[in-house]
C-alpha cells in the first residue's frame, strides 16, 4: 500500500499481516473478476501498484506464466519481497511521484491505494502512461463517504460504539489527506484521462467473518492514535474489540468502486 506522510495503516506496523489476509479474502474474488475479464493470459506484461501483499500478485503470475511479467511496486516491499521470484519483479517505488517502472504494460492494477496518495492525480497520470495502447486499467478504491458506518443495523449499544469508533478512523484518515470520496469519483477521471469504453461497479461486504478481522486489525492498528486524538478511550476500543470477537454483530466494510477503461 503506498501512503501519504504519516499513512494511518502503515505496513510495518503489529497486525499488518492480518489486514492484508482479510482484504485478500474480502475484495480477491471481484479483483479477479474483473481481470479475468480483461482476457489476461500468458505473456502479458503487468504493473501491480501499492501491492502491500501477496495474492494479487501470485495470481497474477501464474495467468500470465513464465513469458510475462508482473512488476509489483510500492513504498514498504516488506510484505511482498516474499513473492519476488520469476516473473515477479518487486521495486521500492512511489506512484505519486516517481516515474512509472516502465511502460508498454498490458495492465496497470491498483486496489485501495490511491485514496491515500498525496498526489493522486498525478499517480494516475503515471499509470496511463505506462500502459501501451490499448493496454487496460484497473482502478479500485473505497469511497468511505458514501457508506460511513460499520454497523448498518444501530440498533444497541454495541453498534453505537461501533460506528462512533469508525467515525474516529474516518476522522484520522480525513486529517492525512485521505480522499473519502474518491471511488466514486474514479469513472470521471478515468474518461477525462482519455481512456476508452470506462466502466464501473461497487462491491459492498455488509457482514463476514473477514469484515470481523479486518476491523480488529485496523483497531488494533490505530488504537494509539484514537485514544491520543481524544476520539476513544482504552476502554472504549476494549469493549469494542471484545464485542467484535464475539461474532454477535454484522460489520460492514466501506464499497469498493472498481472503474476501469482501456488506452486508446
Not at 497520470?125 to 458506518?149: H, N, T, W, Y
Request: charged share 25%; hydrophobic share 40%.
Amino acid at each position: 500500500m503506498m501512503r501519504t506522510d504519516g499513512y494511518l495503516l502503515d505496513n510495518r506496523q503489529a497486525g499488518v499481516e492480518q489486514r492484508f489476509d482479510a482484504s485478500a479474502t474480502l475484495f480477491d474474488p471481484t479483483t479477479f473478476r474483473h481481470l479475468e475479464r480483461f482476457g489476461i493470459g500468458s505473456g502479458w506484461r503487468c504493473w501491480e501498484v501499492g501491492a502491500g501483499g501477496t495474492s494479487v500478485v501470485s495470481w497474477l503470475a501464474k495467468k500470465v506464466g513464465p513469458t510475462g511479467r508482473v512488476i509489483a511496486t510500492d513504498i514498504d516491499t516488506s510484505w511482498v519481497a516474499s513473492a519476488a521470484r520469476p516473473p515477479i519483479q518487486v521495486r521500492v517505488h512511489d506512484v505519486g511521484v516517481e516515474q512509472p517502472p516502465g511502460d508498454g504494460f498490458d495492465l496497470v492494477h491498483a486496489r485501495l491505494v490511491l485514496v491515500h496518495v498525496s498526489d493522486r492525480e498525478q499517480a494516475l497520470r503515471s499509470m496511463i502512461k505506462a500502459l501501451r495502447p490499448g493496454g487496460r486499467l484497473l482502478v479500485e478504491d473505497a469511497d468511505p463517504a458514501l457508506q460511513p458506518l460499520l454497523c448498518l443495523d444501530e440498533y444497541g449499544p454495541e453498534q453505537q460504539l461501533a460506528n462512533r469508533l469508525r467515525q474516529g478512523l474516518r476522522s484520522l484518515l480525513g486529517e492525512r489527506g485521505a480522499d473519502l470520496g474518491y471511488g466514486r469519483k474514479l469513472p470521471r477521471l478515468l474518461r477525462e484521462a482519455g481512456l476508452r469504453g470506462v466502466e464501473a461497479d461497487a462491491y459492498f461486504p455488509v457482514t463476514s467473518p473477514a469484515c470481523a478481522a479486518l476491523e480488529s486489525a485496523t483497531i488494533r492498528q490505530i488504537r494509539e492514535q484514537l485514544v491520543t486524538a481524544g476520539l476513544a478511550t482504552h476502554q472504549d476500543i476494549d469493549r469494542h474489540l471484545a464485542n467484535v470477537a464475539s461474532g454477535s454483530m454484522d460489520l460492514a466494510t466501506a464499497p469498493m468502486i472498481s472503474a476501469w477503461g482501456r488506452k486508446g
